[in-house]
């Protein structure tokens, strides 16, 4: 698997057990910035739509959440501050409340203009003041940005697209898939993952049935010296962070927050978060699990 933006899970071995007239069926592709994969079982008349289904549902999810695409909800969004959002997009800005709540402010949608000054060589001084989610407005019904400001959902919609599919999977009988846009989340069987960092290579294995797990890796994509994860004040704690959660956003929103912050905080958030477990990993490469 090719080292992304931030991504660094892999696959050690795939799912064993499945039925003898069953055959696997895999889709790779990209999106949302991240390599994608969809693995599953079954019938190759019922695999083949199914997959279809989840490619356009992904294709949906990219539309809507995408800094890339100058016709995505998002970016309407950023560019006019407001925006009547779909279900869809009330569901992620509620997800991501959640996730800011839950980390006292380490997860925080608003740092896109720091990103965008960091990415242009350009003064970070505005940029730093127009950070802050606690300044967005937002309904069912309407979203308003204030005019300094604007959102990126990069630590999050990933692990979002990828619990829309497998939920899709599951509610239509594939109950041993895995599911990878960025963050990984399985819908039974047992597969093995490995834990991997930028730094220090394969560091460990996880066995994941039913639930989700994402890894946020500092070491990626530098913006000059701040690195990738962003925080008005808060600094990388930790070369990279492992969550596993019932969901891929959460795992993903989380992961990412805690990197930022240091092991009393991480395992207060773990336990305010209800998080499976947390995988930790210093810049000397020393592990820690909670």
Do not use: C
């Amino acid at each position: 698997m090719t080292l992304t933006r931030r991504r660094f899970l892999a696959i050690a071995a795939a799912f064993a057990g499945s039925p003898a007239l069953a055959q696997r069926h895999s889709w790779q592709g990209f999106a949302l910035g991240a390599e994608v994969s969809i693995t599953l079982t079954g019938p190759v008349q019922l695999a083949e739509p199914i997959l279809e289904r989840a490619k356009r549902l992904i294709k949906d999810v990219e539309a809507a959440f995408s800094l890339y695409d100058p016709a995505s909800a998002l970016t309407r969004l950023n560019q006019a501050k407001q925006l009547q959002p779909s279900q869809r997009f009330h569901t992620l800005m509620t997800l991501a409340d959640a996730a800011f709540q839950v980390t006292d402010g380490l997860f925080d949608p608003t740092v896109q203009p720091l990103w965008q000054a960091l990415a242009d060589g350009g003064a970070t001084d505005k940029a730093l003041e127009s950070i802050g989610w606690e300044r967005v407005e937002f309904t069912p019904d309407h979203i308003a940005l204030q005019s300094d400001q604007a959102l990126t959902f990069n630590g999050i919609a990933q692990g979002f697209a990828t619990d829309l599919v497998a939920e899709m999977l599951d509610a239509n009988g594939f109950d041993a898939a895995l599911i990878n846009i960025g963050e990984y989340r399985s819908t039974g069987g047992t597969w093995r993952l490995g834990i991997k960092d930028a730094q220090h290579g394969l560091l460990g294995q996880r066995s994941l049935t039913r639930g989700a797990i994402a890894t946020s890796d500092t070491g990626t994509s530098p913006l000059r010296e701040r690195g990738h994860i962003l925080h008005p004040t808060a600094r990388p704690q930790w070369s990279s962070v492992s969550v596993e959660a019932d969901t891929a956003a959460w795992a993903d929103a989380l992961s990412t927050a805690l990197t930022l912050a240091p092991l009393d905080q991480v395992r207060a958030i773990k336990a305010a978060a209800h998080l499976r477990r947390v995988t930790l990993v210093s810049f000397d490469g020393e592990l820690t699990t909670l």
